[in-house]
């Protein structure tokens, strides 16, 4: 009791000499209106240390509460708009009115340090050693670390959240997007430091008027350091495995070279760096013909998409990759980037195919034994030129390869060897220039390819006797053609800016020609000349688009009407044949979409197409593409039409982790023509396009669902799907309608737990319906279930394990899988072990659904495999 | 190979769409409200730890804020580039035709929430995108802090400055104001200060702001306020949506068909964020 007498002694003491005061007041203006958002600051009277501070409220008002011992105080206002007032007064509670008069402060003096925006034409520059941690192997892995700068997934280098321009080593830009070969394997302790050029535009003759916000890199070696690179080796069994990536690089200032050479033979895509990152090589090639026609082929199969190659697939690949630049006179450069992959895969596999015609079922079987060898070359060569008053670059490139498949086929009980030699060449050229004219600039783009395909398809014993050699049959086939192809697109567009913005209108046109030779020998004799072809296409197109766009809300619809006009001419000389067509084309587009309130969104969209076919596709002779098909297409050019319709339905609550989305599509597809399969019993048919308007169309419902429970950290979701497509099928001179109906089932859960664990269980159920002519209705089902496991014990160490089971028609398939990757820090060294197949599962057996036929294949797969994989750099 | 290419491609869209918030959400339509025409910009550059286990790996961007008379709205430089170019398309075409134009690409931006301070009065509004649920808004009271003001002074980028302590989001802030700045505003949610916050960070040095420049917009630039159909939540809600997202990212890399390997990497790359400014999730 007297301690707490005595404390509120003490405290009335300290309050009277370091008192709590109160200074409050109301600031207006000359016109005695109150003015908010006053600071007011108080000090002691010669102290420049803010002591007390209040900010006046909507009515003017304030009040500080301010404790301390200081005799006299200054009270001082502060605003951008209104002058400062300094009063000084004494250390107890009081009211203070302010009346403050405007003030014009020119605000400029406030300008500090130039803004980001400004720091154009900077240099940047990062030394590696600062930014390098223990577990860094690769130049890329530094790069991640500095600040501005990230690293995708993909390898893409991004800085300041904006994709680079170019990767320079050295100032030269050896791999023209394709630099993950580089910063994937270029050792940190060769780069000394990392230059930025911010807001760089590489294209010299656009620097002033073209500006740009992406950055380029520049690596500068370290001066002791012309070759380096990095290794990588795995091997393993059973059989004898491996997995092999050297890449050595050598770097001087007129001259850079990069070297890649990788082999393995488990199944790996060893192209994956090959992979470029400008944008540009995703949009070309619209136009431009199909790479590989592929008219000829030995019978093969086409495993279904959710099916690892690497679980069947026996291959023994060799990839070495060139890159090489050199400085030439007048500003020149001149770049070459070659590949050479040599491939050879095999497959072995057995499929049963039923066909369904009104009437009667085929079915027939096939055993495949097929062997590819393939070898491909493609180098190219680029020019360019890049200084102030042009700009140039001409990338020339020549593709070759070498491909020979062979198959040896058991068909039923008959066996029949097929040997396809498919080389090919071709050569194209594509410019890209921009000169000034005037005061804007006009880009020139051309491409240009020519490409030769003779194809050789040998077949023994043959199948069709009664159609090729009189009812007799015979030992030896030959189809062989010659397809030869012509193509150049040539636009011209301007090049000017508005408020920032390039905009660059666009006009241009296309050419192609191609001639098509083919003869079918039979036992060494030609057989006649409905089964050749000489024939000649000229097509030529040009092309200009309008958009049209209403908005109003949150409601968008888009309309779009490309203008193309085509003329055609098909001419064969053996047949005496041919067809001339000029027609502008049209390929509307609508698209609505409607935000609702909320998380619900909808959107809508239409198109209309309408369109020549492939003109790889038109041969008015016939053509033995494979063992058991012998096709002819001399009906008039294909032109096909298709209205697409689509509505989407979207919920997606992340408060409640709640998500479902529903969308359907309704596609209706009209074509002059059919193709009439005449099938015999052993699966061989003859097809033959015929002009016959028909029309089908395509239904389907996917809802997908899912919901996340923080409390058990789990996912779940659930997918729906079903489909129905119908359209009209000629089969041995009948038409019917074929009906298929597709339904999907498949709920997922994910469990995961902290950092290092986590767990994903999946369950896809399939049901497929074919009605063939309102009488027959076959079904088939499919059922496959998977667990991911995946364990961190620690950051360097990652271990997985992967159970897959699928089951069809009373068939069930196990699959096992394990993987464990460790990081040495120190030695700088990466090891990764992985079982594959551990259950050593022979074969695996699914299931493809098409218009009237199912298609059950068995796949061989490779056996039990241990694989142990080294990294290192040198 | 070329369907190896296009996974790759649609993989890394995904990933963009993950790490980079898009800027418009398929409606080619900016309704806005003008709110206040812009007396100054002031950039800060931020640098922040995403990943609190790594001390070395510092994260950089710009943020800008837009002061107005009454009003200021505080936003990462990049998403206001982005989102001002994004504006300009008219349609899903368009805007593909904008994000693929290599000479004059969008932006990948990290920090995509906009600050509007004392909107509506006494008030501040927080909006921000999260991945596939839309725009989330809630609003907070302006006088969240409670300032502390220390004796110690320095010269900060050119200005005299006064150190204060406040704590707040579960972090201890150190912040240098400027009484020659006479705003009392600052970067983030901090105001308050009888003066511009010149700099502020906490005291494990996770996130630091610091003021590097001031200007005037050139051209009569307004504050404005997106009148989009927000989802109306509260912070907790808000946090909650924004941890779920983060927690359960290996279903969205799924939904968006990446492979396993991907979505374990995915995973790795959002465990690396774990160190958000505000760690009180209240």
Avoid at chain 1, 52 to 74: K, M, N, W
Avoid at chain 1, 410 to 426: G, R
């Amino acid at each position: 009791m007297r301690s707490f007498f005595l404390f509120f002694v003490f405290y009335f003491l300290l309050n009277n000499i370091f008192g709590q005061i109160i200074l409050s007041g109301k600031i207006i203006n000359s016109h005695e209106e109150s003015i908010p958002y006053i600071n007011i600051l108080i000090y002691e009277l010669d102290e420049s240390v803010v002591i007390g501070f209040g900010v006046s409220d909507l009515d003017g008002q304030f009040s500080i509460e301010l404790t301390t011992s200081a005799d006299s105080l200054r009270i001082e206002t502060s605003a951008i708009h209104y002058k400062k007032e300094t009063q000084e007064i004494a250390n107890h509670t009081q009211e203070i009115p302010f009346v403050l008069e405007v003030d014009e402060k020119t605000l400029e003096t406030f300008t500090l340090r130039a803004s980001p925006i400004l720091r154009r034409g900077d240099t940047l520059s990062f030394l590696v050693d600062a930014f390098t941690a223990k577990n860094d192997r690769s130049i890329a892995e530094v790069l991640r670390r500095m600040p501005g700068i990230e690293v995708e997934t993909n390898g893409q280098i991004l800085y300041q959240g904006l994709p680079i321009q170019k990767f320079y080593i050295e100032g030269l830009d050896l791999m023209d997007g394709r630099y993950t070969m580089v910063s994937n394997n270029l050792p940190h302790q060769s780069v000394a430091t990392i230059e930025v050029y911010e807001n760089h535009q590489p294209v010299r003759i656009l620097e002033e008027k073209v500006a740009s916000q992406q950055a380029s890199l520049n690596l500068k070696l370290n001066q002791d350091v012309t070759t380096t690179g990095k290794a990588s080796v795995g091997t393993g069994f059973t059989p004898f495995l491996w997995d092999v990536n050297i890449t050595p690089m050598t770097f001087t200032r007129k001259f850079q070279f990069v070297a890649s050479y990788q082999t393995n033979n488990i199944g790996k895509d060893a192209s994956s760096q090959l992979t470029s990152h400008l944008p540009d090589e995703f949009r070309k090639s619209l136009n431009h013909p199909n790479e590989t026609p592929e008219l000829l082929n030995i019978q093969t199969l086409n495993p279904p998409n959710d099916f690892d190659p690497t679980r069947y697939l026996n291959n023994n690949i060799h990839l070495l990759n060139l890159n090489a630049l050199t400085k030439l006179n007048n500003n020149l450069q001149l770049r070459s980037n070659l590949h050479f992959i040599t491939d050879f895969q095999q497959e072995r596999a057995t499929a049963s195919h039923t066909i369904f015609t009104p009437k009667d079922t085929v079915t027939f079987n096939e055993n495949f034994n097929n062997e590819y060898t393939s070898n491909y070359l493609q180098a190219v060569f680029t020019l360019s030129r890049n200084v102030k008053s042009n700009f140039l670059d001409n990338k020339l490139s020549f593709k070759s390869n070498w491909n020979r498949s062979f198959g040896l086929l058991i068909n039923n009980s008959e066996q029949i060897s097929q040997e396809l030699k498919s080389p090919a060449k071709s050569i194209s050229n594509d410019l890209h220039s921009i000169y000034p004219l005037g005061k804007k600039l006009i880009e020139i783009r051309s491409y240009i390819s020519y490409d030769e395909n003779p194809n050789q398809l040998q077949i023994n014993p043959g199948v069709f006797p009664n159609i090729l050699n009189n009812e007799i049959a015979y030992e030896n086939s030959l189809q062989s053609i010659e397809l030869n192809r012509f193509f150049t697109e040539n636009s011209i567009g301007v090049v000017y800016t508005f408020k920032g913005i390039v905009i660059s209108p666009k006009a241009g046109f296309i050419i192609r020609q191609q001639t098509l030779k083919s003869i079918i020998r039979v036992d060494d004799f030609q057989v006649s000349s409905s089964f050749e072809n000489d024939q000649n296409i000229f097509n030529s197109q040009a092309y200009l688009q309008t958009e049209i766009q209403y908005r109003k809300k949150a409601l968008t619809i888009n309309f779009n009407l490309p203008l193309i006009y085509q003329t055609l001419t098909i001419d064969d000389q053996i047949n005496n044949l041919g067809q001339h067509l000029n027609r502008a084309f049209l390929k509307p587009r609508l698209f609505v979409n409607y935000k609702l309130k909320g998380f619900w969104e909808t959107s809508a969209s239409w198109s209309y197409s309408n369109r020549f076919g492939d003109l790889d596709g038109v041969y008015y002779g016939f053509l033995l593409r494979t063992y058991r098909n012998l096709s002819q297409n001399n009906a008039p050019i294909a032109i096909n039409s298709k209205n697409n319709l689509g509505v989407q339905l979207k919920y997606s609550n992340a408060i409640t982790s709640f998500f479902h989305s529903s969308s359907f599509l309704y596609v209706k597809f009209r074509s002059n023509l059919l193709y009439n399969s005449i099938i015999n019993e052993f699966g061989a048919s003859v097809i033959k396009a015929i002009e016959y308007p028909n029309q089908g169309q395509y239904f389907s419902f996917q809802a997908n669902t899912s919901k996340y429970y923080s409390a058990i950290r789990s996912t779940f979701s659930l997918r729906l799907g079903a489909s129905q497509q119908e359209g009209m099928v000629l089969m041995n001179t009948e038409i019917f309608k074929s009906i298929n109906r597709f339904y999907q089932f498949s709920p997922h859960v994910l469990y995961h737990f902290k950092n290092w664990f986590n767990i994903d269980y999946g369950l896809n159920l399939q049901y497929f319906e074919n009605v063939i002519a309102d009488n027959q209705d076959v079904n088939t089902k499919m059922l496959t279930q998977k667990v991911n496991l995946f364990v961190y014990p620690r950051s360097n160490q990652m271990l997985s394990l992967a159970v897959d089971y699928h089951e069809y028609k009373g068939k069930q398939d196990y699959f096992l899988d394990i993987v464990y990757r460790y990081t040495f820090s120190k030695r700088k060294i990466d090891l990764e072990m992985k079982y594959l197949n551990i259950l050593n599962t022979k074969n695996y057996t699914t299931y493809q659904a098409f218009t009237n036929s199912i298609l059950e294949s068995t796949y061989e797969l490779n056996p039990s495999r241990f694989l142990i994989s080294i990294n290192f750099t040198f | 190979m070329n369907k190896l290419i296009l996974v790759r491609y649609i993989g890394f869209l995904f990933l963009s769409v993950i790490f980079s918030p898009s800027f418009a959400q398929t409606v080619f339509h900016f309704p806005k409200e003008n709110i206040e025409l812009v007396e100054h910009i002031v950039t800060y550059s931020l640098e922040f730890q995403e990943d609190s286990m790594y001390q070395n790996f510092k994260r950089q961007e710009d943020m800008l804020l837009f002061i107005g008379p009454t009003v200021s709205r505080f936003v990462s430089y990049n998403y206001f580039i982005g989102d001002s170019m994004a504006r300009t398309a008219t349609s899903q075409e368009d805007f593909q035709r904008i994000a693929s134009d290599k000479s004059n690409p969008l932006p990948v931006v990290r920090l995509r929430y906009e600050i509007f301070k004392n909107f509506p009065k006494g008030k501040e509004t927080f909006i921000d995108n999260v991945l596939g649920s839309g725009m989330f808004k809630f609003e907070e009271d302006l006088g969240l802090f409670k300032w502390e003001l220390l004796d110690e002074t320095a010269t900060i980028s050119g200005y005299n400055a006064q150190k204060a302590t406040t704590e707040f989001g579960g972090r201890k802030w150190v912040a240098w104001f400027s009484t020659e700045i006479p705003y009392n505003d600052g970067p983030y949610k901090f105001n308050g200060l009888p003066g511009l916050i010149v700099k502020i960070y906490d005291t494990r040095l996770h996130y630091a702001f610091e003021l590097i420049s001031i200007k005037k917009p050139g051209y009569d630039l307004f504050i404005e306020f997106p009148e989009l159909d927000y989802i109306e939540c509260s912070k907790k809600e808000y946090f909650r949506a924004k941890d779920a997202m983060r927690d359960n990212i290996i279903t969205h890399a799924k939904t968006a068909g990446l492979n396993s390997e991907v979505q374990q990497k995915v995973a790795k790359l959002m465990q690396q964020r774990n160190n958000p400014i505000e760690l009180s999730r209240k």
